[in-house]
């Protein structure tokens, strides 16, 4: 197997369906049996599973995995992962922002990095329409705190396109557990600390429409993320064992 596509796939049942459509299209003639979709439905409480095991049926490219708990996009990437077969392995959103053929830019790009990522902040990427001007601000702030954070010189942890060598992959999976919002910056972040180079791509990404982020949010609770991820790599790991252990069962019974 030569490809694998991982797609975490929580209640999309309106743009999973084109999405998968696409890529089949796309990549199928060019790949033939050597590539395959892993389609991730963790969670979902709409008809997301049946799109995700009708288009199983339907494309001998496309594997449907259900997860009944809702584990996240980090989480349902590690089970993909666990499950791909490809030399190189990458995952991409489910609501089809980015298309098939800047996903293949990736794979015509990674050459002997560890992983190429897609960036929509490099100056030739296209991006369209423009975000609204709270998620651009939010998105920068992010950024900067990665930079300053981890030292991990990339305008966009957040891109959901990556592609990684498959055995850099494998070197890394055991080190692998955060499943939210810092799951991007530990991959990349486990990836440098095994020496691995990380390439940057500039990337075509279009608003599919439809997104339930909430701005304010996310915003907190990415940047609890990355501290929390932070000191999980530093002297301080223990009050991050602390928490867990009293005032983070608290928060989680009231959630």
């Known amino acids: ?43 979902s409480t709409d008809r997301t599973e049946q799109i995700a095991t009708e288009a199983a049926g339907r494309y001998p490219q496309v594997r449907a995995f259900i997860e009944p708990r809702a584990i996240g996009k980090g989480g349902a990437i590690l089970l993909g992962f666990q499950a791909a077969r490809g030399e190189r ?34 100056p030739e990427s296209e991006v369209s329409p423009r975000q609204p001007l ?38 890394v999976m055991p080190r692998l557990g955060i499943t939210r919002w810092a799951f991007d910056v530990d ?15 500039p990337t075509v990404w279009r608003d599919a429409g439809g997104s339930r982020l909430k701005v304010g949010q996310a915003s907190v609770e990415m940047f609890v993320a990355i501290c929390r991820l932070r000191l999980l790599f530093s002297p301080f790991r223990w009050i991050v064992t602390l928490y867990d252990r009293t005032l983070g069962r608290v928060i989680r019974l009231k959630g």
């Open 187 to 201: 991959l990349l972040f486990q990836l440098r600390r095994a020496g691995h180079r990380i390439l940057e791509w």
């Open 134 to 171: 709270k998620r651009r601000i939010a998105s920068r702030v992010f950024n900067w705190l990665v930079r300053w954070m981890f030292g991990l010189r990339i305008t966009d942890t957040q891109c959901g396109a990556k592609l990684l060598n498959g055995a850099a992959l494998r070197e």
């Open 1 to 43: 197997m030569k490809l694998s596509i991982v797609v975490p796939a929580f209640n999309e049942e309106a743009r999973l369906q084109p999405m998968l459509d696409s890529y089949v299209a796309f990549f199928a003639p060019r790949f033939g049996g050597e590539v395959e979709l892993l389609v991730v439905v963790n969670g």
């Open 89 to 122: 392995v990458g995952f991409v959103d489910a609501d089809n922002s980015t298309p098939p053929e800047a996903f293949q830019a990736l794979v015509d790009h990674l050459g002997d990095a560890g992983v190429i990522i897609a960036s929509r902040w490099l």
